[in-house]
């Protein structure tokens, strides 16, 4: 019995001893030194934008803030699997004073060019008609502070999908 307490406090020393105040062996001829801390903080551009909608006729979104006097960057993602002609979406942004309602249903009857009336003044910017697990991406110049209305334009989609784009 003895002998297991001698034994068992040899290797409790030895575990103590082998734990505590050792220290590091450097090699000749390198250099060892702290690594700098990396920062996971990410910057918000809030002039970069990322919208989705999907198969239920919702953008993500209902207002959009930017700053004025900077480029502004849509990014419209479709998170759902219809493709663009049976749930295709878009991002329109309408200039102020324009009727949304009037404006949604003349583009309905321009199939061929993604549901955005040819030659219309009505419009700032907007994407192409895009389906499930499709992106698109737009920049444009942030228009004037003020207050605009943004919509899909796929034919009855406005009822739903609109919202506020607020220039700061």
């Known amino acids: 019995m003895k002998?297991?307490?001698?034994?068992?406090?040899?290797?409790?020393?030895?575990?103590?001893i082998?734990?505590?105040?050792?220290?590091?062996k450097k090699k000749?001829?390198?250099?060892?030194?702290?690594?700098?801390?990396?920062?996971?903080?990410?910057?918000?551009?809030?002039?970069?934008?990322?919208?989705?909608?999907?198969?239920?006729?919702?953008?993500?979104?209902?207002?959009?803030k930017v700053e004025a006097g900077k480029k502004v960057k849509i990014t419209l993602r479709h998170i759902g699997k219809m493709d663009k002609n049976v749930m295709g979406h878009n991002f329109v942004l309408l200039k102020q004073g324009v009727?949304?309602?009037?404006?949604?249903?003349?583009?309905?009857?321009?199939?061929?060019?993604d549901y955005i009336p040819t030659g219309t003044k009505d419009?700032?910017?907007?994407?192409?008609?895009?389906?499930?697990?499709e992106t698109a991406v737009i920049e444009f110049?942030?228009?004037?502070?003020?207050?605009?209305?943004?919509?899909?334009s796929f034919p009855g989609h406005y009822a739903l999908m609109k919202g506020k784009f607020i220039v700061e």
Request: proline share 3%; net charge negative.
């Open 18 to 24: 082998s734990c505590g105040g050792k220290e590091e």
């Open 28 to 64: 000749e001829g390198f250099s060892y030194e702290k690594k700098p801390e990396v920062s996971t903080k990410v910057e918000s551009n809030p002039n970069d934008v990322v919208i989705t909608s999907n198969d239920a006729m919702q953008f993500n979104k209902k207002e959009i």
């Open 123 to 133: 419009v700032i910017a907007y994407t192409k008609l895009i389906g499930g697990g």
């Open 3 to 16: 002998e297991i307490k001698i034994i068992l406090l040899a290797v409790f020393s030895i575990a103590l």
């Open 99 to 113: 009727d949304l309602v009037k404006f949604g249903n003349t583009a309905a009857t321009f199939r061929d060019n």
């Open 141 to 152: 110049d942030a228009p004037e502070a003020g207050t605009y209305d943004f919509l899909c």
